[in-house]
Nanobody
Framework: QVQLVESGGGLVQAGNSLRLSCAASGLPFSRYAMGWFRQAPGKEREFVSAISWSGGSTFYADSVKGRFTISRDNAKNTVYLQIHALKPEDTAVYYC???????????????WGQGTQVTVSS
């Protein structure tokens, strides 16, 4: 059974940093590209970042470039999302997903975690 478990969310003040983690099990992690998406209240889920299976290629939404960094540790079956200079508009539930090929398109992800809430206060 495939499981993706996000952690690291919480309530933080604007300007601070946060690192989200997504621990995977039940799948050949090093063969999957991984991605982060987020969904704010009343909005659709949107792409944030993705990383290839090797970690050699990374992609970011324009809205987060320069503040978000995605990385992975295949030995730990974990993908990370480092967030700097948090803004109130970053408030959302953050989800990680696993896909065969690196992509920004949600429907192309095969597996999803349950999400972790990030709330940024001004």
């Amino acid at each position: 059974q495939v499981q993706l478990v996000e952690s690291g969310g919480g309530l933080v003040q604007a300007g601070n940093s946060l690192r989200l983690s997504c621990a995977a099990s039940g799948l050949p992690f090093s063969r999957y590209a991984m991605g982060w998406f987020r969904q704010a209240p009343g909005k659709e889920r949107e792409f944030v970042s993705a990383i290839s299976w090797s970690g050699g290629s990374t992609f970011y939404a324009d809205s987060v470039k320069g503040r978000f960094t995605i990385s992975r540790d295949n030995a730990k079956n974990t993908v990370y999302l480092q967030i700097h200079a948090l803004k109130p508009e970053d408030t959302a539930v953050y989800y990680c997903g696993a896909a065969i090929l690196v992509t920004s398109k949600g429907p192309e992800y095969d597996y999803w975690g349950q999400g972790t809430q990030v709330t940024v206060s001004s």
